[in-house]
């Protein structure tokens, strides 16, 4: 182990474990959020400008933080997801593009919004609550709502319609919806709680055959990641490896020469040489 290989190897254990290390520390780091929201921050209505921009992932403390936006919506894009459950009832959402104005969207322009609506439990009363909406689209609009992430597309089912929609993704309905070239989009959509349109009271404008979707306040974490502490241990394993690695070469080396050693002299002392 004196030999300068193996001092050079040891120089070289020492810095892979100090890379380990490092990596150690850096995944410890964010294992602990030293900044917490406060409790309750989800149900401080802010405005959509303040907590995500159009194009931005919804960060994971944000994630159900309930924003206030204003904009209109555009008609013909009153579209259907079924596979909802409300209150343990499956059913059907009824969604609609709001197309954000400016001044809510931070100056960005064109941008959209996708908004679940409302509830419905067959299919018949969805259908119909969209076409109603859809007469009144165009109007100006204030929402407040939950901000929720993208559930991701998925295939229909066997035997399904190409059209069917079981999951609430604004990349699924961006490709359905009307005038959406060099449309900027918002990755979350919002669950509407309150709608108000030219001094209409939510349920004068919610049409008939919807309820409020049934979305409460995300339950609040520990400010602990245990995965992250997980990791760090891990590397610490590994930089305690670096170090049996280079110990156990230098031994297995060691153990051959020795070998080598006690096979030359029992040649050399055999009968006949």
């Known amino acids: 182990m004196l030999r300068p290989w193996w001092i050079g190897m040891l120089l070289f254990a020492l810095l892979v474990a100090a890379v380990f290390a ?86 960005v322009e064109p941008a959209s919004l996708a908004v679940a609506i409302g509830w419905a439990a067959t299919r018949e009363a969805a259908d119909a609550a969209a076409s ?11 929402l407040t709502g939950r901000l929720i992430s993208d559930e991701g597309p998925v295939r229909p089912g066997t035997g399904a319609p190409a059209t069917e929609m079981t999951r609430m993704s604004p990349a699924a309905l961006l490709g359905r919806w009307h005038d959406a070239a060099g449309l900027n ?18 349920d004068e404008l919610v049409a008939d055959g919807l ?3 049934d979305s409460p306040a995300p339950t609040e974490g520990s400010n602990v990641n245990w995965l992250n502490i997980f990791y760090a241990v891990e590397w610490a ?10 110990y156990r070469l230098a031994k297995d080396a060691w153990e051959k020469e020795v070998e080598a050693l006690e096979e030359s002299s029992a040649e050399g002392g055999a009968p006949g040489d």
């Open 22 to 107: 490092w990596l150690g520390q850096w995944q410890l780091g964010r294992a602990i959020d030293t900044n917490p929201p406060p409790p309750g921050a989800t149900e401080q209505v802010q405005p959509i400008a303040d907590v995500t921009a159009p194009g931005e992932y919804l960060p994971e403390p944000l994630v159900g933080q309930k924003v206030a936006v204003a904009g209109a919506f555009v008609p013909g894009d009153f579209l259907i997801v079924s596979s909802r459950f409300n209150d343990g009832q499956e059913g059907y959402w009824v969604t609609g593009q709001l197309r954000v104005d400016p001044a809510a969207a931070g100056g």
């Open 237 to 246: 394993i590994f930089a305690g490896f670096a170090f049996y690695m280079w």
């Open 185 to 202: 989009v918002y990755r979350p959509y919002l669950v509407a709680d309150g709608l108000v349109a030219d001094g209409l009271g939510a």
């Open 132 to 142: 109603a909406l859809d007469d009144a689209a165009g109007a100006d609009v204030e």
């Open 211 to 213: 309820v409020a979707i």
